[in-house]
């Protein structure tokens, strides 16, 4: 396949970008800078700039461009960042394929979204058919999400990812957590009774080439594991294999003046199950948090 990827160079999107290559399909990447290589175009999504003919050459697009929500401390003008670099970036690129003729449309838009659309759900479990929640990444996701409506109603095949917490020792939530871990002064954060939406990288990545293989999948997919776990019980886990005690909780209200708003989402439970894709028969590699931790630290 002939792709064309927004946030190719996060966390994720190298990864991904990386598979898809050994796999034999194409990979054109967006940036906002000038190009370095011959497999990089410039785009502006702030201004709503996008080659349409970048497009209609792509079979497939894929957008996973978005601010860190727990890269720094938030405050009103990086709240603002966070929605503008999902909603920008969606739109851009949901407006340009709708403006094509539809010989020359892309065959699927698989795009990022996140399990913050489900806000806190408590004890409760949920899967796609669950509506949005209420805070700040419930509402970023609702308009993140219905900024791909011009690609679907144009009728291109639209996949929204609603990523849970992908594990690698790398990045995303467990970098920031070995340090702390191996030093013997980590813990559950505050009651430890919040439900953890996980999934290991090797999953995620797997998920998101099924997804896009199967033409037959599209709207809202969870893509977490089969096995969510509370705070207190990833907590444990992590502290079993890495041979370290996990004795020191760190109260709610020592969170909040360590995150700012960021906290509340810290403490948000969201007990999240990968509806779409047991249904569809997709295989984890990785269906317990065990076997994820573990290959997130050695693998």
Do not use: C
């Not at 037959?216 to 893509?223: F, I, M, R, S």
């Not at 096995?227 to 079993?240: D, M």
Request: net charge positive; charged share 20%.
């Amino acid at each position: 396949m002939r792709i064309l990827m927004a946030g190719a160079s996060g966390f994720l999107g190298t990864r991904l970008v990386d598979l898809l290559v050994a796999d034999g399909h194409q990979v054109t990447r967006l940036v906002r800078r000038a190009p370095r290589t011959p497999d990089e175009r410039q785009w502006s999504p702030s201004a709503a700039q996008l080659d349409p003919a970048l497009v209609a050459e792509a079979d497939a697009v894929v957008n996973l461009a978005g601010a860190g929500v727990g890269d720094r401390r938030w405050n009103d003008r990086y709240k603002q960042l966070i929605r503008s670099s999902r909603v920008d970036t969606t739109s851009t690129l949901a407006i340009t394929i709708a403006g094509l003729p539809a010989a020359d449309r892309p065959e699927v838009l698989l795009n990022a979204s996140a399990i913050g659309w489900y806000g806190n759900t408590g004890d409760r479990v949920v899967e796609e058919d669950a509506p949005a929640g209420e805070g700040f990444l419930a509402d970023v996701a609702r308009v993140w999400e219905a900024a791909t409506r011009p690609a679907e109603d144009a009728g291109v095949r639209v996949v929204r990812l609603r990523t849970g917490l992908p594990l690698h020792r790398d990045g995303g939530l467990l970098k920031p957590m070995l340090l702390p871990f191996k030093l013997g002064i980590a813990g559950r954060l505050g009651s430890g009774r919040q439900w953890i939406p996980w999934i290991s990288m090797v999953d995620w990545l797997n998920a998101s080439t099924y997804l896009l293989a199967h033409a037959d999948l599209a709207g809202p997919v969870n893509v977490v594991g089969p096995a969510p776990v509370t705070n207190a019980e990833f907590t444990r886990e992590l502290a079993r294999q890495l041979h370290r005690p996990a004795v020191i909780p760190i109260p709610a209200l020592a969170l909040r003046a360590a995150l700012g708003g960021f906290a509340q989402e810290a403490l948000t439970s969201t007990r999240v199950l990968p509806g779409v894709l047991t249904r569809a028969a997709f295989t984890f590699r990785h269906p317990d948090l065990p076997s994820a931790l573990h290959a997130a630290l050695h693998d």
